[in-house]
């Protein structure tokens, strides 16, 4: 079984920054991909980033050039850093992980949410 604690988030000021972990543990032997989402009040969620085993990142087009995603193998823990936060940024930022556990059985999962609230 795989789990995921995400950590980071809170209130911050239009401009500011905020920085997002998501740590994986249990029966993992591979990841295929660790992603970031995020659904806002009243809408879907949606994709904000994923990043491949290669490392390849893909980031949707609002979050370029002020988010970057990261990752620490040997933790097996994603992070999401986030400078010029806008108040469109605020919403529940979700961190899903794909991969292989060791019986060999993929898995997909999700972190538990932060809140992530841009706010003068």
């Known amino acids: 079984q795989v789990q995921l604690v995400e950590s980071g988030g809170g209130l911050v000021q239009p401009g500011g920054s905020l920085r997002l972990s998501c740590a994986a543990s249990?029966?993992?032997?591979?990841?295929?991909?660790m992603c970031w989402y995020r659904q806002a009040p009243g809408k879907q969620r949606e994709l904000v980033v994923g990043?491949?085993?290669?490392?390849?990142?893909n980031y949707e087009d609002s979050v370029k050039g002020r988010f970057t995603i990261s990752r620490d193998n040997a933790k097996n823990t994603v992070y999401l850093q986030m400078n010029s936060l806008k108040p469109e940024d605020t919403a529940v930022y979700y961190c899903?992980?794909?991969?292989?556990?060791?019986?060999?059985?993929?898995?997909?999962?999700w972190g538990q949410g932060a809140q992530v609230t841009v706010s003068s």
């Open positions: 899903n992980v794909r991969g292989r556990s060791t019986s060999l059985r993929e898995f997909d999962v």
């Open positions: 249990g029966s993992i032997r591979s990841i295929k991909a």
């Open positions: 990043l491949t085993s290669s490392g390849t990142a």
